[in-house]
């Protein structure tokens, strides 16, 4: 019943414009349309499939009953529309537990490991490098390899960049090409590892570093193929790690890999995915927000080491981490995906691409479900969660040029505290259309954005909105577009001054021509 009522009175919402009493509090945006030096790198919308619960097995790689695995299309039609850029594999803490060579030739022949990081199931190998390169290319996107350093060596690494780049005349290219792939593969996004300060290998950030420049040493270019070299980055706000680990290795890295989850309750007692109250909505808003401080503070460290900004912040773990779904494996991360995670992903967006000089990179954790998934599957059946619908959103960004933008963002209140009410950024795209991207964090109050388009020359914006009646309203398999885009028409422009009623816990996309 929740779910049907949310789908009416969405619906009504968006066909009524929105009260304009003196309970909204005006918002005052400027978007500098003829300043723009930045390129919102598309690779920030990256994804990260690890191999974790359902998200490769009975996720994208399924088969019925006992027939033979094969990648679903449906699911690859779906994250073809939201221009999947990269896919990070196989982990996550997974990565320093494979051994790769496990996961090539026939897979009769493959062999069975138990993933004691994730549910303790059998791993039988079946999607290995192979079959991970094929989605990718299916996908249109790039691959984002991670390598065992935890549990591995220097030439199992080394042999695992010569298997899918080398370009022919040695043994692992010939084992390549007996494996069904004469030509290269041409990865050049490599993770270094994954967490070596936890998972990966506790490791300290100065043995880290000594450690990561003794496996980047061999990563040697073949061809027009050279290595994107990705390290470990900090967890959270560890600022010693980034220091440590680029006054070390600093100028052999290409990208540091920052990870942060959005976690309402202590760790050990998250919060449901959907039964929870106003208190822990604005606690999820706050510690969202918090992402720009880390990156701010981050990229401070390293620009005293990189002035030039040659390093590419890469936040390669976020989104919303809560309990599972009751009755699941515990080790399996399967939760839902409401109205309130779309709105965090909206806001993480927006300050990715507002740091876009030096955030080249992220990877939403992750893909088909586990944690903040696009995707949620039921046997044949699939459903969009409301983050992939703020992903689809968001494709206008790709590889855009940003827009810098001020904003006077209002005020949410709860309880005493507050946090910004709306999150903005804006783009042009190669046509020379702008784009700008809204959230109100505010779940009981419409907010009226009054935008200046400075140095731009408009004649027309039409726009599409991701809300609904309930914080907590979500897809399920029974009701799979309870929440869904609408036409947007709340946006009205009288010369360079465009005005946006924006309502309640919603997500606005606009197009101005």
Partial sequence: MIQRSAAILTVLTLCVPPNTSAAQERVRLVVNADL??????????????????????????????????????????????????????????????????????????????????????????????????????????????????????????????????????????????????????????????????GCGGSMTPLHYADVYKRFTTFLRPFGETRAFRIATGPNTADFAWTEGVMREAGRQIDGLDLHYYTVVGPWEHKGSATAFDEREWFVAMQRALRMNELITRHAAI???????KRVALIVGE??????????????????????????????????????????????????????????????????????????????????????????????????????????????????????????????????????ELRGARVTGVTGRVLTAAAMNAHNTFEQPTAVQPAEFRGARLSGSTLTIDLPAKSVVVLEIR
């Fill in 302 to 308: 390293m620009d005293r080491y990189d002035p030039e």
């Fill in 36 to 197: 723009g030096k930045d390129t919102i790198s598309r690779h920030i919308y990256g994804h990260f499939a690890e191999h974790l619960g359902r998200d490769i097995y009975d996720g994208i790689w399924y088969r019925e009953g006992n027939g033979p695995w094969r990648l679903r299309d449906d699911i690859i039609e779906a994250l073809r529309k939201i221009k999947v850029p990269n896919l990070r594999w196989p982990g996550g803490c997974f990565a320093d537990y494979y051994h790769w060579e496990d996961g090539i030739g026939p897979p009769a022949q493959r062999p069975k490991m138990v993933n004691t990081v994730w549910g303790g199931v059998t791993e039988d190998n079946s999607f290995g490098t192979h079959e991970y390169l094929e989605l990718v290319r299916r996908l249109g996107a790039e691959p984002f390899i991670v390598g065992n350093v935890g549990s591995g060596t220097v030439r199992e690494m080394a042999a695992w960049w010569e298997y899918v780049n080398h370009p022919g005349g040695s043994t692992l290219a010939e084992r390549r090409a007996a494996n069904g792939h004469p030509e290269p593969f041409k990865v050049r996004f490599w993770g270094v590892g994954n967490e070596s300060w």
């Fill in 318 to 451: 976020w989104g919303m981490w809560h309990d599972v779904e009751p009755g699941t494996n515990p080790g399996f991360l399967y939760q839902q995906n409401t109205l309130r995670d779309a709105v965090v992903a909206a806001l993480h967006l927006n300050i990715f691409n507002n740091h876009a000089d030096r955030v080249r990179g992220a990877n939403i954790a992750q893909t088909i479900n586990v944690l903040q998934a696009m995707v949620l599957t039921r046997g044949k059946d699939m459903i969009l969660t409301p983050t992939y619908h703020v992903f689809e959103f968001y494709t206008v960004h790709h590889d855009a040029t940003l827009l810098p933008i001020s904003l006077t963002a209002g005020t949410y209140e709860f309880e005493g505290q507050s946090v910004p009410a709306v999150s903005a950024s804006a783009s042009r795209d190669s046509a020379g259309r702008i784009h700008i991207t809204l959230a109100n964090l505010d779940p009981n109050r419409a907010r009226t954005v009054e935008t």
